[in-house]
């Protein structure tokens, strides 16, 4: 009887016991997971820094004025500022550590006779590349919030590359010129060669726009310039693109006002996957949330505000690459040579909104790309704060382009790879060394 008892006292304890779970446990999946937002967080503004890039480089980084900064030194430099016994130096090495995180590590190689003697080849019998292969340093950075990463290792920027017989200048020269002969959005050809948006057409004097025929939303549109040649647009036609776009988002959300993200992308040249010749950037607007990249950023930035006092990441992430002499401002916007580029020639222009210093930015970015750095392909990214923020209010988000050159445009091997799209971005090009080639060619624009 006893044993009976037991038993049925033992199933009504596993039977309460399942119960506990399943209430306490109980949840609605039709309820969708919201990351809680702070009541008051910091908005984004562009400032002057009290401090120059330089004193940080004296003072923090602990690096002499008069030698390049690289960025094989940067954990070195991040961990002087940590040490540091100013509070200026350390602010900054907090920042920098809640926002990323800096790995140095090595990889070594054995090599064969027969092999070494085929890599001497490569490498031009160079003895302090010979050096550096069987031991090669690799910096990883990590953005803790957007999942960004980059592998820097300059080795890679040595690897052995096929050429072509054709330069990428007669590449792409001949193809705008071919390419202009049955062209459908040059003159008039656009007029019954390309579609319209539900509320028609919009022009411009420099520019037009022409409905998406095969869609990716519900809002999207081309804007088309009326020169033909992408890499050869003049400031003025920059802006009567962009301007264009605004009047076309503005037009589409007072028609529906619950498409509030602004987005577009920008391709130029087959190498970058465009399907036109022609000059054009695609517009759009997203249904409350932006796609899936730049919503990630989003949503990570609101993270950052909540693990760190309500401070706007993007005024951060801006604050760091200033310190580290990362940065080109023309007047507000900022030209930023980012620390997680997705490849090599990846650059970002930030500003709070739309307008002279950032159109002026662009065209100095293409200007030096193009005519200095021979490049002649590029893939373009950005987003606008959302339409339902007021600016008057202040917003988290700024205005962010990433523009990436695709490196060359003659190569037969394409420029991504599996390592680019499922892991992190594998970079051979010290962003240092980019950031010094775009200053040079900006400055001698400038004077």
Not at 71 to 83: D, M
Not at 187 to 195: D, E, M
Request: net charge neutral.
């Amino acid at each position: 009887m006893h044993t009976l008892r037991d038993a049925s006292i033992l199933l009504f304890l596993f039977f309460l016991i399942i119960l506990f779970y399943q209430l306490h446990y109980k949840s609605d999946l039709s309820i969708p997971i919201e990351i809680p937002i702070l009541s008051k967080t910091e908005t984004f503004k562009i400032v002057s820094n009290e401090y120059s890039s330089l004193w940080y480089q004296k003072y923090c980084l602990k690096n002499k004025l008069s030698q390049k900064l690289v960025l094989e030194n940067l954990p070195q430099y991040i961990n002087n500022a940590r040490v540091s016994t100013n509070k200026i130096c350390q602010q900054f090495a907090t920042k920098f550590d809640a926002l990323f995180r800096l790995e140095e590590i090595y990889g070594l190689l054995k090599l064969s006779p027969v092999y070494l003697n085929k890599i001497n080849q490569w490498l031009h019998n160079d003895e302090l590349l010979i050096e550096q292969i069987k031991k090669q340093r690799i910096i990883k950075i990590y953005n803790r919030y957007t999942h960004e990463e980059m592998l820097y290792n300059y080795m890679r920027s040595q690897r052995p590359q096929t050429k072509n017989e054709i330069s990428p200048e007669e590449y792409t020269s001949k193809l705008l010129q071919d390419s202009k002969k049955n062209c459908d959005f040059c003159s008039k050809n656009y007029l019954n060669s390309t579609a319209e948006d539900r509320f028609g057409r919009l022009e411009h004097r420099l520019s037009y726009t022409a409905a998406n025929t095969f869609k990716y939303d519900r809002w999207h549109t081309l804007v088309v310039s009326r020169n033909h040649d992408t890499l050869h647009l003049t400031e003025a036609e920059i802006v009567d693109m962009f301007e264009l776009v605004q009047e076309w988002l503005h037009k589409a959300y007072s028609i529906e006002p619950m498409y509030t993200c602004p987005e577009m992308i920008w391709d130029a040249m087959p190498k970058s996957g465009a399907s036109q010749m022609h000059t054009h950037l695609q517009a759009s607007l997203g249904f409350d949330i932006y796609y899936g990249n730049i919503e990630r950023t989003r949503q990570g930035a609101r993270f950052y505000a909540q693990r760190n006092n309500g401070r706007n990441y993007f005024n951060d992430y801006l604050y760091i690459h200033q310190v580290l002499g990362l940065t080109i401002p023309i007047g507000n916007a900022h030209i930023i040579i980012h620390l997680t580029p997705i490849k090599d020639l990846e650059i970002m222009i930030m500003d709070e909104k739309l307008n002279k210093n950032f159109y002026k930015a662009l065209h100095l970015v293409l200007r030096t790309f193009v005519d200095d750095l021979n490049e002649y392909s590029f893939s373009f990214g950005m987003y606008l704060p959302p339409m339902n923020e007021s600016s008057a209010d202040g917003h988290e988000m700024p205005v962010v382009c990433r523009l990436v050159f695709r490196n060359p445009v003659t190569n037969l091997r394409s420029d991504m790879n599996g390592l680019d799209l499922y892991t992190s971005s594998v970079i051979g090009k010290d962003r240092y060394v980019l950031y010094q080639q775009l200053k040079e060619g900006i400055e001698k624009r400038q004077k």
